[in-house]
């Protein structure tokens, strides 16, 4: 399975995945049916029906790459955590301007998690799972990598409360070669 958002408006859950998000106020994982709309800055996990498919996101249906502020609906009944993802066609950096704006800082906690698999299954001997962090206040990673947020990756965030964290120009966005990436990784 892969952890995404969709790089486009009015992007739709296409045959040959199911799609599930995570609704942290019931602490499930409801299932997203063929044909509905998925929302940019929600994260999805998407679970193919045959190994090795391909995720496509086209603008077949009206839609148009995702720029400027992204709106996402941050929920805090539970845990907090929120699975949500980059809405743009770029890469990303989780930055302290992000992070330490007073707006976010009364929202969200400055580190993200990657969730991710170093193996080929979902579990028994051959899954691995572990999480990549990132705390951007203070620029510190575990493991030490080069945190990019890569175009429709998926991640989870913390709530301190619920409200609506905007995505905007205060993260860096840039083209990056997607193979120097580590945190576009399947979560298998």
Do not use: C
Not at 153 to 161: E, G, R, S, T, Y
């Amino acid at each position: 399975n892969w952890y995404v958002s969709p790089p486009l408006s009015n992007a739709k859950a296409t045959t040959g995945f199911t799609y599930y998000r995570r609704d942290e106020t019931a602490a499930t994982w409801p299932s997203v049916t063929v044909g509905a709309s998925l929302t940019p800055g929600t994260g999805y996990v998407a679970l193919p029906e045959t190994a090795g498919t391909a995720i496509t996101f086209t603008t077949e249906n009206g839609g148009t790459l995702n720029t400027g502020n992204v709106p996402v609906t941050l929920t805090k009944s539970g845990s907090g955590f929120n699975l949500i993802g980059n809405p743009y066609p770029s890469h990303l950096t989780w930055t302290a301007a992000f992070v330490n704006d007073p707006t976010n800082t009364a929202l969200i906690e400055p580190t993200i998690w990657v969730r991710t698999n170093a193996k080929t299954a979902n579990s028994g001997v051959d899954a691995q799972w572990s999480f990549i962090t990132y705390n951007a206040a203070v620029s510190e990673s575990v493991p030490f990598v080069n945190v990019l947020i890569a175009p429709m990756q998926a991640f989870w965030v913390k709530a301190k409360a619920a409200g609506t964290l905007i995505l905007d120009s205060k993260l860096t966005r840039s083209h990056q070669a997607s193979n120097s990436n580590p945190l576009k990784a399947p979560a298998v």
